[in-house]
């Protein structure tokens, strides 16, 4: 059984710093993408980063590029998403998301992931 649990959300001030966690069991992650998305209050859930199987390779929203890092760590099932310079905009509901093909020109849509995490809240204010 796929199961994606997310972790690491808090309140945090502007600038500061966090580093939420997707830990994944039911599957081997080596072999799946992994997408991370955000859902602000009144909006639609947001794709902000993706790390793809076969080579690594990442991608990001413009909104958190140069501020969000993604990686996988295949041998603790574990994705990560640092985030560095945070903004009281980027309050939201943080998801982990996965699927065993992503096209790379829609890592961003949410129907190109087929599992998903129950949330993690992500708020930044002083």
């Known amino acids: 059984q796929v199961q994606l649990v997310e972790s690491g959300g808090n309140l945090v001030q502007p600038g500061g710093s966090l580093r939420l966690s997707c830990a994944a069991s039911?599957?081997?992650?080596?072999?799946?993408?992994i997408g991370w998305f955000r859902q602000a209050p009144g909006r639609e859930r947001e794709g902000i980063s993706c790390?793809?199987?076969?080579?690594?390779?990442?991608y990001y929203a413009d909104s958190v590029k140069d501020r969000f890092t993604i990686s996988r760590d295949n041998a603790k099932t574990t994705v990560y998403l640092q985030m560095n310079s945070l903004k009281p905009e980027d309050t939201a509901v943080y998801y982990c998301?996965?699927?065993?093909?992503?096209?790379?020109?829609?890592?961003?849509?949410?129907?190109?992931?087929?599992?998903w995490g129950q949330g993690t809240q992500v708020t930044v204010s002083s």
């Open positions: 998301a996965t699927a065993v093909l992503v096209l790379r020109s829609d890592w961003s849509h949410t129907d190109e992931y087929d599992y």
């Open positions: 039911g599957f081997a992650l080596d072999y799946y993408a």
């Open positions: 790390i793809m199987s076969s080579d690594g390779a990442t």
